[in-house]
């Protein structure tokens, strides 16, 4: 592979008809719903195809998810003959790398090239180690609140709420059997035949592949700024990332240690000093307080934890409905929220583009707001001219919509309305029953699909359309429209409807 940008020529067939044009390169998007996997086929200068598979995942909930997964990379053997060039893998997410770990059987057999990862996922990266302590500790404080919650009976509808979140975003970390989400993406690592990815950083020259001269791939994310890897939705809503942060350090002592018992124990969100009150434990064993004149014990069984007596006034018989014994590990959902976005504020974003025709094909992975923000400012110099992010964005003829079309993965000022091409498609890798079953809300986003559709004309594909799950399938449109040569499509199983396994798009 070549670091050195070629120069761009002038668009030899510009005036020819759509439909008579071969198609710049195509795209197999793999149909699993929550999980992305895509493979890009380049015609190289010789005639031989170049092939680069972007993730291979499934999320956790999904039914039969790893006998889907199965079925996709044995697709993919059948398409390339197991010759993958480039490998990507966007960021360190269950539903993006899990297929490697779970078909690693079927993937040792396949000769990968190279495989392409973001500075995030470098080990000998300092700025890189930092996040991965966070992931670490983070991860083991969540695990020990889940399991707690999931032990604990009479929980609050907010309390029920948290655990169940907790369990959907352990399910990015973790598979089915308890897989770490590291051991994927390792799996997908050691199918180099280098013995380590090349891993990419923003702003870097842009790539080069030999026997492809009319391509050129530029790198816009992840950022290197902290506070762009934990921005969530808005620039008031930071989340601190540094060392595990206070959250994970008071979660994680507190599942630990009896604080009662240890003096050096300080909980750095604590309101109050560890002297003033006593502990829920010691009142609801009758223990006294600081004040042996106050039976704080009584108080606490007659007013918090009941049942009482049947002697007791009506009103005082059970007040365990004001028992809030669990709420402290509320704190979960809020370092749940760092460690999912952070995550995918690390992903590896590439726009390919196209020299002759200065097209834009963007692939950003599951980047969230943090990171489509940190683009802005990105300029790269080539040959006497200089390419700026905006420039890419507005000359962008196909987009792959990151994190399934969720409300905060894809920025309206900094992201859709610099899409300004009217030659603008869209794939989405989505299931909204999937999204329902993990109550994830409205995935995809209602006002990102009805922008997409005006945008594009109605040339927006998604993973659970309908029409996948026929033999002879066909899209609302009609192509050649915009970006669109042609779409086929195969489905899992068209006599049961089970949707479809793939959809192909040669785009120019």
């Not at 050691?190 to 050129?216: D, H, M, V, W």
């Not at 350090?249 to 599942?255: I, P």
């Not at 066909?474 to 949707?499: C, D, M, Q, T, W």
Request: with cysteine.
């Amino acid at each position: 592979m070549s670091r050195r940008p070629t120069a761009r020529r002038r668009p030899a067939d510009a005036t020819a008809p759509l439909a008579a044009r071969a198609p710049a390169v195509t795209v197999r998007h793999y149909c699993q719903g929550i999980g992305d996997c895509h493979l890009l086929t380049f015609t190289k200068a010789d005639g031989s195809p170049f092939r680069m598979l972007i993730d291979c995942g499934i999320h956790v909930s999904i039914t039969d998810g790893p006998a889907l997964v199965a079925d996709i990379v044995a697709d993919l053997k059948k398409e390339t003959g197991g010759r993958i060039d480039v490998l990507v893998v966007t960021h360190e997410h269950w539903d993006h790398v899990s297929g490697f770990l779970t078909s690693n059987d079927l993937f040792k057999d396949f000769a990968v090239g190279d495989v392409w990862m973001a500075w995030t996922e470098n080990p000998g990266d300092p700025e890189a180690a930092e996040l991965d302590k966070f992931k670490g500790q983070a991860l083991a404080a969540l695990q020990g609140a889940s399991q707690k919650l999931d032990g604990m009976q009479g929980l609050n509808p907010y309390m029920k709420r948290v655990r169940d979140g907790l369990q959907a975003v352990l399910g990015f970390q973790f598979g089915a059997a308890g897989e770490r989400v590291r051991s994927a993406r390792d799996a997908a690592a050691k199918l180099s035949a280098k013995p380590s990815p090349t891993y990419f950083e923003p702003g870097g020259p842009p790539q080069s592949i030999e026997g492809l001269p009319n391509l050129r791939i530029y790198v816009l994310g992840p950022p290197r700024d902290k506070a762009a890897l934990r921005l969530e939705e808005k620039a008031s809503e930071m989340f601190p990332l540094a060392s595990g942060g206070p959250f994970a350090r008071a979660l994680s002592s507190a599942l630990k240690i009896n604080q009662a018992d240890d003096p050096t124990y300080i909980d750095e969100l604590s309101p109050f000093e560890r002297n003033v009150g006593t502990p829920l434990s010691a009142a609801l064993n009758g223990e006294k307080g600081a004040d042996a004149s106050i039976d704080i014990g009584a108080f606490t069984r007659r007013h918090y934890s009941g049942p009482v007596s049947s002697a007791a006034p009506m009103e005082d018989r059970d007040q365990s409905w004001r028992r809030i014994d669990a709420d402290w590990m509320g704190i979960a959902a809020d370092l749940a929220l760092q460690l999912d976005r952070g995550v995918n504020n690390t992903s590896l974003v590439l726009a390919f583009e196209f020299i002759d025709s200065g097209r834009v094909f963007l692939f950003p992975g599951d980047a969230q707001i943090g990171n489509w923000l940190s683009w802005k400012d990105l300029k790269w110099p080539v040959e006497q001219a200089t390419v700026t992010t905006v420039a890419l964005l507005a000359r962008t003829v196909y987009l792959k919509v990151a994190h399934h079309g969720s409300q905060n993965a894809t920025p309206q000022k900094q992201g859709l309305d610099l899409l300004t091409s009217p030659d603008l498609s869209a794939f989405i890798p989505t299931n909204q029953g999937d999204a329902e079953k993990v109550k994830w809300g409205k995935m995809p986003y209602d006002a990102i699909l009805t922008a997409l559709a005006a945008k594009t004309k109605g040339r927006v594909i998604r993973a659970d359309d309908k029409w996948l799950a026929g033999a002879n399938g066909k899209p609302a449109f009609a192509p050649p429209s915009g970006s669109i040569l042609a779409v086929r499509s195969e489905p899992r199983n068209p006599v049961r409807g089970e949707g479809g396994l793939w959809v192909e798009v040669d785009l120019v």
